[in-house]
């Protein structure tokens, strides 16, 4: 490796300086919202977040101007959908097996409203057995393991439903499970 053979790295002194990127003014916030809205899916919380992020980085000029009001903006032009998001979000989460208590975690950490989180919420407790099933089959627990683990195993495999947002019922009833006997749906 070079730093074993004599050779020195170069000192941070010696580098090109870092160019500061100047103050954000209304102007350019609003066009950090749109890059940002292009590029991700996300919702009105989490933009506001990242603009009030980028303000506090780079400072500000001119007169103040609020993220969320930028947020808003972007929401009544149609570029942020929380209710879709939260839809979208779910989904994915129920996809990798996650429960509801961290799907609504997830939902509440966006920044989504009560009434956008609140049908997803409800799906992901309806679907609460197929999500921690999905789970099972990916970590091969209970139903899908090859034989029946010893009990110190099945602590840690409960420990991982619980983790990922299952209720104890429902974790338990899956790590209880035999392998091969799947757990009838309700």
Same mark, same amino acid.
């Given at each position: 490796?070079?730093?074993?053979?004599?050779?020195?790295?170069?000192?941070?002194?010696?580098?090109?300086?870092?160019?500061?990127?100047?103050?954000?003014?209304?102007?350019?916030?609003?066009?950090?919202?749109?890059?940002?809205?292009?590029?991700?899916?996300?919702?009105?919380?989490?933009?506001?977040?990242?603009?009030?992020?980028?303000?506090?980085?780079?400072?500000?000029?001119?007169?103040?101007?609020?993220?969320?009001?930028?947020?808003?903006?972007?929401?009544? @032009?149609?570029?942020?959908? +929380?209710?879709?998001?939260? =839809?979208?979000?779910? !989904? %994915? *989460?129920? &996809?990798? $097996?996650?429960?509801?208590?961290?799907?609504?975690?997830?939902?509440?950490?966006?920044?989504?409203?009560?009434?956008?989180?609140?049908?997803?919420?409800?799906?992901?407790?309806?679907?609460?057995?197929?999500?921690?099933?999905?789970?099972?089959?990916?970590?091969?627990?209970?139903?899908? @393991?090859?034989?029946?683990? +010893?009990?110190?195993?099945? =602590?840690?495999?409960? !420990? %991982? *439903?619980? &983790?990922? $947002?299952?209720?104890?019922?429902?974790?338990?009833?899956?790590?209880?499970?035999?392998?091969?006997?799947?757990?009838?749906?309700?």
């Amino acid at each position: 490796m070079w730093h074993n053979q004599g050779v020195a790295p170069t000192p941070p002194s010696a580098r090109t300086p870092r160019r500061i990127p100047p103050p954000l003014d209304a102007a350019a916030l609003e066009r950090l919202a749109l890059r940002y809205v292009e590029r991700f899916a996300t919702s009105r919380g989490k933009l506001a977040d990242y603009l009030a992020r980028k303000i506090r980085e780079r400072g500000w000029d001119g007169a103040p101007a609020d993220p969320r009001d930028v947020a808003q903006r972007m929401a009544d @032009a149609g570029y942020v959908d +929380d209710r879709s998001f939260a =839809e979208q979000k779910g !989904a %994915a *989460l129920a &996809r990798r $097996g996650y429960g509801a208590r961290r799907v609504a975690e997830t939902l509440r950490a966006a920044g989504l409203d009560e009434e956008d989180r609140a049908p997803v919420i409800d799906e992901a407790h309806a679907t609460a057995l197929e999500s921690a099933l999905r789970l099972a089959r990916r970590k091969r627990i209970g139903p899908f @393991a090859v034989a029946r683990a +010893d009990p110190r195993v099945r =602590e840690r495999q409960l !420990a %991982a *439903l619980l &983790r990922a $947002g299952h209720a104890m019922t429902i974790a338990r009833r899956v790590v209880d499970s035999a392998p091969g006997e799947i757990p009838a749906l309700d």
